[in-house]
T-cell receptor, first 112, second 109 residues
Framework: DAGITQSPRHKVTETGTPVTLRCHQTENHRYMYWYRQDPGHGLRLIHYSYGVKDTDKGEVSDGYSVSRSKTEDFLLTLESATSSQTSVYFC???????????FGSGTRLTVV | KQEVTQIPAALSVPEGENLVLNCSFTDSAIYNLQWFRQDPGKGLTSLLLIQSSQREQTSGRLNASLDKSSGRSTLYIAASQPGDSATYLCAVGANNLFFGTGTRLTVIP
């Protein structure tokens, strides 16, 4: 999607290894979000950021950490990957509470 | 915790038909309601955003309504086309969007 890119697009990793997913935006939006999408659960918020170095937990934050050292980048780290973290991860951005969200194309992560 | 439900889970219609997708939510104290479209293996595309003070929004063949008091929203698609085939997701909230599990729409040529 224009203005927001996720990397990598696909990743296979082993249980117990750390994994970092990257979200990069060129829109200079204040808010950035990480969601995971699983069958039967819809999308659920992992963490979000409301500014550089300002982050907060979402509904399913256990096992995940985030960092935002620059406006344009929001990193999601799985500290020690588990099979339950196999999912599709989406990054999203928004400028404020009353704007819509723009989503990235997603990262498909498989933990074996 | 906000619960969002979308019914039906799947819907098939012939091309040209008008259709309505439903979304209900449990907590009426919402900021916004958004409708998204998701194609298989792809990200989400925002279709319509209704702010809490609004009752409806329109974009082309799409019209979304919001009734906060009853906790319901509908997405109306006029004159459906095969290219409308996708999963439609409804989400409510602001800094934390709560999503329904979607309605998978198939428009048959």
């Amino acid at each position: 999607d224009a203005g927001i890119t996720q990397s990598p697009r696909h990743k296979v990793t082993e249980t117990g290894t750390p994994v970092t997913l990257r979200c990069h935006q060129t829109e200079n939006h204040r808010y950035m979000y990480w969601y995971r999408q699983d069958p039967g659960h819809g999308l659920r918020l992992i963490h979000y950021s409301y500014g550089v170095k300002d982050t907060d937990k979402g509904e399913v934050s256990d096992g995940y950490s985030v960092s935002r050292s620059k406006t344009e980048d929001f990193l999601l780290t799985l500290e020690s990957a588990t099979s339950s973290q196999t999912s599709v991860y989406f990054c999203a951005i928004s400028e404020n509470d009353y704007d819509g969200y723009t989503f990235g194309s997603g990262t498909r992560l498989t933990v074996v | 915790k906000q619960e969002v439900t979308q019914i039906p889970a799947a819907l098939s219609v012939p091309e040209g038909e008008n259709l309505v997708l439903n979304c209900s939510f449990t907590d009426s104290a919402i900021y916004n309601l958004q409708w998204f479209r998701q194609d298989p293996g792809k990200g989400l595309t925002s279709l319509l955003l209704i702010q809490s003070s609004q009752r409806e929004q329109t974009s082309g063949r799409l019209n979304a309504s919001l009734d906060k008091s009853s906790g319901r929203s509908t997405l109306y698609i006029a004159a459906s086309q095969p290219g409308d085939s996708a999963t439609y997701l409804c989400a409510v909230g602001a800094n934390n969007l709560f999503f329904g599990t979607g309605t998978r729409l198939t428009v048959i040529p």
